[in-house]
């Protein structure tokens, strides 16, 4: 059912474009994304229907889900009802061996709606969700990409050297400059996540060796 799949598609981004309106203006990041998102071609001729895949780390997004409902219930019930058509990817540059972490990447999972395996290709553009399972450490890395995270589950702790980890409460917006090392730290609960890179996607992400 392609049209009933578009339809859902765009009441996930309309969802998205809503909760990032509600931030104040002056809330680093939140501009960018919204106008990026709106310089897209999200018109149904350039919909396309994703390879759907699930990985061992979506078995944290009922929790996930259901704990982002207090944030927004609008986007939310859109996660829910288009989840399994997503098409998840491993976080592959953030392997066990080089995280550290044995489990990491059955663990996390992330999956665009906006990008190369998401509903609509973009323009060098990327936006979707993030998912990390408890106890999870994302160490320090940097990327060209500049990166927002809208925080729908949680609390995570978040750090940008040279300060140290410090906790965020679910809702908030982070957003990391181009370059800027960053780590994130999952707790107790799983993280689901807004996520957008604004431009230069096809540059990867880099790892800081402690
Ligand atoms: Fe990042």
């Known amino acids: 059912m392609p049209d009933e799949l578009f339809n859902d598609a765009s009441w996930l981004i309309a969802a998205i474009m809503r909760g990032l309106m509600t931030f ?27 390879q759907a895949q699930r990985l061992p780390g979506c078995r944290h997004l009922p929790e996930a889900v259901a704990a982002g409902l207090v944030v927004s219930s609008d986007l939310c019930s859109a996660i829910a009802t288009i989840e ?44 979707g969700l993030v998912l990390l399972g408890p106890g999870m450490h994302c160490i320090d ?6 990166e927002l995270y809208w925080l729908l589950s949680g609390p995570i702790e978040y750090r940008r050297p040279p300060g140290s980890l410090e906790q965020v409460g679910t809702s908030n917006i ?3 400059k181009p370059n800027e090392v960053h780590a994130m730290k999952t707790g ?11 431009r230069d996607v096809d540059q990867l992400p880099v790892l800081v060796s402690s």
């Open 174 to 176: 982070l957003w990391n």
């Open 188 to 198: 107790e609960r799983p993280m689901l996540a807004v996520w957008s890179w604004t």
């Open 141 to 146: 890395h940097h990327h060209a990409a500049p």
């Open 84 to 127: 399994d058509r997503l098409h998840w990817t491993r976080m592959d540059h953030y392997a066990d061996e080089v995280m550290g972490q044995p489990g990491f990447e059955d663990n996390g999972a992330y999956a665009e709606i906006v990008g190369p395996t998401g509903f609509f290709a973009g323009d060098d553009f990327g936006l």
């Open 24 to 50: 104040p203006d002056e809330t680093p990041g939140v501009h960018e994304v919204l106008s990026r998102i709106a310089e897209q071609d999200l018109s149904e001729k350039m919909f396309s229907v994703p």
